[in-house]
């Protein structure tokens, strides 16, 4: 149920769509295959594009999906929960109990792709710059799902768009945080989409695509942040949280894959 109370929005849907054999369907879930779903036909597109082989685009397809999804459970078991997970080791497997952090679902990736570029003998740049169109799109799809598990939300607001989440108890109106990443996500998808297809920047300048989506992804979740409840009791104290301490170093690493990309490529222009 959604409604509009003294200029705030009130949020109080059932995360689950249906139920099968005692087991919740959450849009959660389904947003999850979502991102799954496109983010195969936009490198298949791109693939096609490129006259790669449908190969590539299989294996690419498996070693992204296992790589995010282990990538991005370990990096809640290592990073929030760790104490919890050594004493009840199994737990790790239970991930529909929840439990994905969207960092350790990056550096899962950054390994996967590394794998996947070293089988198919591909540039691990080639892989890198690509693989941030279907991420950011993926990334807002999971984000709304997060909205309907009313989860990952911000600190009491007096903006007219704040969200009481209803179901988690609360009376306040929150930041919806989720939907101001999602926002920030499907911005930095369609600028992908545009240095892609409209300026092919992707073989113009190497590392240009990839340096910007760490950037502008890490940069807008960093600042995000700021108003968004800490998502462990460890967290309450610290001047900035797990989430921003993790995003640093992806988006130094983003700048200098730009400024390393551009240099290269100016250089090589003179020398022509």
């Known amino acids: 149920m959604l409604s509009f109370i003294s200029n705030y929005i009130t949020w109080d849907v ?10 919740e369907i959450r849009y959660y879930a389904l947003l999850w295959t979502f991102s799954i779903i496109v983010g195969w036909y936009l490198m298949g597109k791109m693939i096609k594009k490129e006259g790669k082989s449908e190969k590539v685009l299989d294996s690419i397809f498996w070693y992204g999906v296992i790589s995010i999804i282990i990538g991005a459970r370990l990096g809640h078991v290592f990073f929030y929960e760790a104490e919890y997970y050594l004493t ?3 737990k790790i497997l239970y991930i529909w109990e929840g439990g994905l952090a969207s960092h350790g679902a990056a550096i899962g990736l950054l390994i996967g792709l590394w794998l996947f570029s070293r089988k198919n003998k591909l540039p691990y740049i080639w892989s890198l710059d690509r693989i941030g169109i279907p991420v950011a799109i993926g990334g807002a799809a999971v984000r709304i799902g997060n909205l309907f598990n009313s989860e990952i939300y911000g600190t009491v607001t007096e903006k007219p768009w704040g969200f009481i989440f209803v179901q988690n108890g609360e009376t306040l ?68 949280n797990m989430g921003q301490i993790l995003s640093l170093p992806f988006i130094i690493v983003g700048i200098y894959l730009m400024i ?13």
Request: proline share 6%; aromatic share 20%.
């Open 260 to 272: 390393r990309a551009i240099l290269k490529y100016n250089f090589k222009n003179k020398k022509k």
């Open 14 to 23: 059932d995360p689950a769509i249906f139920t099968i054999a005692g087991r």
């Open 88 to 90: 009840n080791p199994y």
């Open 173 to 240: 109106p929150m930041h919806p945080t989720q939907i101001y990443e999602a926002i920030a996500y499907l911005i930095i998808f369609v600028i992908l989409l545009w240095m892609y297809f409209r300026k092919d920047l992707a073989r113009k300048i190497p590392g240009l695509m990839f340096g910007f989506f760490l950037v502008t992804l890490f940069a807008s979740r960093f600042f995000i942040e700021f108003v968004k409840n800490p998502q462990e009791d460890f967290e309450q104290n610290m001047l900035i």
